[in-house]
């Protein structure tokens, strides 16, 4: 039975559902999609479901070569979310019956000076510290491994369990396996959360009407602060992190160009290669505080492309296909909020910063538990959504 929202202006009423997901990215159709698979009514707003995020990223499933000192904790999450990867993508390959393009294909790290390889030496010391595996190469090795890498690779760290998947192609399964599992799409924005007697009841959509649901999850990316009727205390600490990323193409001629996701820290920038089995070779990332701008700049993609020519200089000679910007959706501790708000009936999964696409299978797990029990597993709780608010977060009602 699913609660009505109460009325305002000249919105029209429809039918409600018993879950409402407000934003059809990649975590909104995960979370949709295994709360269908758990006998739930689920309905995603959102433009233009399988959109967002995704649409950008490079897709890298970099827990051990993305670690950063002070995410110790977001470092459980996201090894747990990496080892989910190879069952559910098979498990989303078959629901849908599409490719994800996931590669179990190891990253190499390397260092272009002495600078960058005593960052390197650093992270790698945190690695072992913290129980990873990674292996320290020459940058003969380095070479050896991968021959376009430039002469003056000074040394690097082998990460044979950092994969890749391609987001566009997994965020293109979730939504066909959503429709599969009997996920129904509203084609709009959700403008406004509805809030009755203490608790949310849905939101009113961009069409005019007004959805009615028992439990509302708000999973709009870097867009989730923005909706209106969220209680000032309860608004998520979410701002947008522009990435500005290159598509190549690798002709068969060039191929294998490289073997595995390449990355570095060049001039205190992250960059990273990821090439795809299909050719495509995407080269990654700025991040600028930017706000809602997604412009690409000349000055991003020369930056980027300089780079990456220092790193591999054979890269001037690919065709260069597409060049994009978008925003991550980042949270004070760079960790995602999951679960129940102290609002009953609302839910956040946001606030997934650089990790959306690894922390993708963790993440429908828990906000199936969430939605299903009112309860986190384990594993998820320290990313609560009350650890940005004075008042401890109230469990929400089992739905009925
Ligand atoms: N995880 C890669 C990025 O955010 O650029």
Redesign the pocket.
Same mark, same amino acid.
């Given at each position: 039975m699913c609660a009505s929202g109460n009325t305002s202006g000249a919105s029209r009423r429809t039918a409600g559902s018993e879950v409402l997901v407000i934003g059809g990215g990649i975590i909104g159709l995960v979370t949709a999609w295994r709360a269908a698979q758990r006998g739930l009514t689920v309905t995603v707003a959102d433009p233009a479901p399988g959109g967002g995020a995704a649409q950008v990223a490079?897709g890298?499933l970099?827990a051990v070569t993305?670690l950063h000192y002070g995410e110790q904790m977001l470092l459980g999450l996201n090894l747990a979310s990496a080892a989910r990867y190879p069952a559910f993508v098979e498990e989303l390959e078959e629901a849908s019956g599409r490719e994800t393009g996931f590669r179990a294909c190891g990253t190499l790290a390397v260092a272009l000076d002495s600078d960058d390889r005593a960052h390197l030496r650093e992270l790698h010391a945190l690695q072992e510290r913290s129980g990873l595996e990674s292996v320290w190469l020459s940058g003969r090795e380095c070479r050896r491994l991968e021959p376009m890498l430039a002469p003056s690779v000074r040394g690097g760290l082998r990460v044979d369990g950092d994969h890749q998947v391609d987001p566009r192609r997994l965020a293109a399964a979730l939504l066909a396996a959503c429709e599969r599992a009997g996920v129904a799409f509203r084609r709009t924005t959700a403008e406004r959360l509805t809030v009755d007697g203490g608790r949310a009841t849905g939101a009113l959509l961009g069409d005019g009407t007004e959805f009615g649901a028992d439990q509302v999850v708000l999973a709009a990316g870097s867009l989730s602060g923005r909706l209106a009727g969220l209680p000032p205390e309860l608004v998520p600490p979410v701002r947008p992190v522009k !990435?500005q990323v290159l598509r190549l193409t690798v002709p068969p001629a060039y191929a294998p160009f490289l073997s595995r996701t390449v990355r570095a820290v060049v001039r205190g920038g992250?960059l990273y290669l990821v090439p795809r089995e299909n050719g495509e070779l995407v080269v !990654?990332?700025t991040?600028e505080e930017m706000g809602w701008d997604t412009t690409v700049t000349a000055g991003g993609v020369y930056e980027l492309l300089r780079d990456a020519h220092e790193l591999v200089p054979g890269i001037t000679e690919l065709p260069l296909t597409e060049t994009r910007a978008g925003l991550?959706p980042a949270s004070p501790d760079n960790a995602p909020l999951l679960g129940p708000t102290a609002l009953p009936g609302l839910l956040l999964a946001t606030g997934h910063h650089?990790?959306g696409v690894l922390l993708t299978p963790v993440t429908g797990d828990a906000m199936a538990d969430a939605l299903t029990t009112g309860e986190l597993p384990e594993a998820a709780r320290p990313f609560a959504p009350g650890r940005f608010t004075t008042a401890a977060p109230v469990l929400q009602e089992q739905p009925v």
């Amino acid at each position: 039975m699913c609660a009505s929202g109460n009325t305002s202006g000249a919105s029209r009423r429809t039918a409600g559902s018993e879950v409402l997901v407000i934003g059809g990215g990649i975590i909104g159709l995960v979370t949709a999609w295994r709360a269908a698979q758990r006998g739930l009514t689920v309905t995603v707003a959102d433009p233009a479901p399988g959109g967002g995020a995704a649409q950008v990223a490079a897709g890298m499933l970099a827990a051990v070569t993305e670690l950063h000192y002070g995410e110790q904790m977001l470092l459980g999450l996201n090894l747990a979310s990496a080892a989910r990867y190879p069952a559910f993508v098979e498990e989303l390959e078959e629901a849908s019956g599409r490719e994800t393009g996931f590669r179990a294909c190891g990253t190499l790290a390397v260092a272009l000076d002495s600078d960058d390889r005593a960052h390197l030496r650093e992270l790698h010391a945190l690695q072992e510290r913290s129980g990873l595996e990674s292996v320290w190469l020459s940058g003969r090795e380095c070479r050896r491994l991968e021959p376009m890498l430039a002469p003056s690779v000074r040394g690097g760290l082998r990460v044979d369990g950092d994969h890749q998947v391609d987001p566009r192609r997994l965020a293109a399964a979730l939504l066909a396996a959503c429709e599969r599992a009997g996920v129904a799409f509203r084609r709009t924005t959700a403008e406004r959360l509805t809030v009755d007697g203490g608790r949310a009841t849905g939101a009113l959509l961009g069409d005019g009407t007004e959805f009615g649901a028992d439990q509302v999850v708000l999973a709009a990316g870097s867009l989730s602060g923005r909706l209106a009727g969220l209680p000032p205390e309860l608004v998520p600490p979410v701002r947008p992190v522009k !990435g500005q990323v290159l598509r190549l193409t690798v002709p068969p001629a060039y191929a294998p160009f490289l073997s595995r996701t390449v990355r570095a820290v060049v001039r205190g920038g992250h960059l990273y290669l990821v090439p795809r089995e299909n050719g495509e070779l995407v080269v !990654g990332a700025t991040s600028e505080e930017m706000g809602w701008d997604t412009t690409v700049t000349a000055g991003g993609v020369y930056e980027l492309l300089r780079d990456a020519h220092e790193l591999v200089p054979g890269i001037t000679e690919l065709p260069l296909t597409e060049t994009r910007a978008g925003l991550r959706p980042a949270s004070p501790d760079n960790a995602p909020l999951l679960g129940p708000t102290a609002l009953p009936g609302l839910l956040l999964a946001t606030g997934h910063h650089r990790n959306g696409v690894l922390l993708t299978p963790v993440t429908g797990d828990a906000m199936a538990d969430a939605l299903t029990t009112g309860e986190l597993p384990e594993a998820a709780r320290p990313f609560a959504p009350g650890r940005f608010t004075t008042a401890a977060p109230v469990l929400q009602e089992q739905p009925v």
